[in-house]
């Protein structure tokens, strides 16, 4: 008679992998975030008609194209406006590591100056685009002055953020590049 094999009891299975989500902080969102997601989730039904139509229906509706490429600068600049007011447009910080704290501040209010100039010369080039356009849109019958007039309100309101967040830094002395690591939470891949 032959010993009885002991089989091992199975081991418990534990996840190779254990992934905790991340609370979503959706407190800083404001109105012309709603706009974005508005502009953008229009932005993708007209696309999704654009494929539909096209390679589906084999049909393909003449103005999607042309709705499409008006409605992707809109989100463009509808999200630069956010970008600004969230200060969270890219910058170079690697070297604001090894410079000295008051020349951080001096070069903070150097860009702040630079951005301000920037986008208010770009609305008031961009409002003499619109003025100066008489064209109308191949497809619908809309004037392109209204793109032109619409990104200049963007850069209009990008530069009304700029001179908010330039007021800020300088009431408060502080700002992302300024005193990084005092705002660690806010810059979440500095490293």
């Known amino acids: 008679m032959k ?14 992998l254990h ?8 407190s800083d969102l404001r109105w ?8 953008f989730w229009t932005l993708a039904f007209v ?12 049909d393909s509706l003449g103005w999607t194209e042309e709705i499409a490429r008006f409605l992707l600068i809109a989100v463009t ?8 007011r969230k200060s969270a447009h890219i ?15 001096i070069a903070q209010a150097l ?11 770009l609305a008031y080039l961009s409002g003499q685009l619109a003025g100066r356009t008489r064209q109308m849109m191949v ?3 809309v004037p392109k002055s209204v793109v032109y007039w619409f990104v200049a309100a963007c850069f209009a309101a990008m530069a009304f953020y700029a001179i908010r967040n330039a007021w800020l830094h300088l009431r408060h002395g502080t700002s992302k590049l300024i005193d990084p690591e005092r705002h660690a939470d806010a810059v979440r891949a500095m490293d």
């Open 47 to 58: 696309v999704f008609l654009q494929f539909f139509t096209r390679y589906v229906l084999n």
């Open 32 to 39: 012309d975030d709603a706009l974005v997601m508005v502009i």
């Open 111 to 121: 860009i702040d100056l630079v951005s301000i100039s920037f986008y208010a010369t």
């Open 19 to 26: 992934l905790e989500e991340e609370e979503i902080d959706l």
């Open 91 to 105: 910058a170079v910080e690697f070297l604001y590591r090894w410079v000295p704290r008051p020349l951080r501040r």
């Open 139 to 141: 497809s619908i019958d």
């Open 3 to 16: 010993p009885a094999e002991t089989h091992p009891e199975p081991e418990e299975i534990h996840p190779a």
């Open 77 to 84: 600049f509808t999200g630069s406006v956010m970008a600004v």
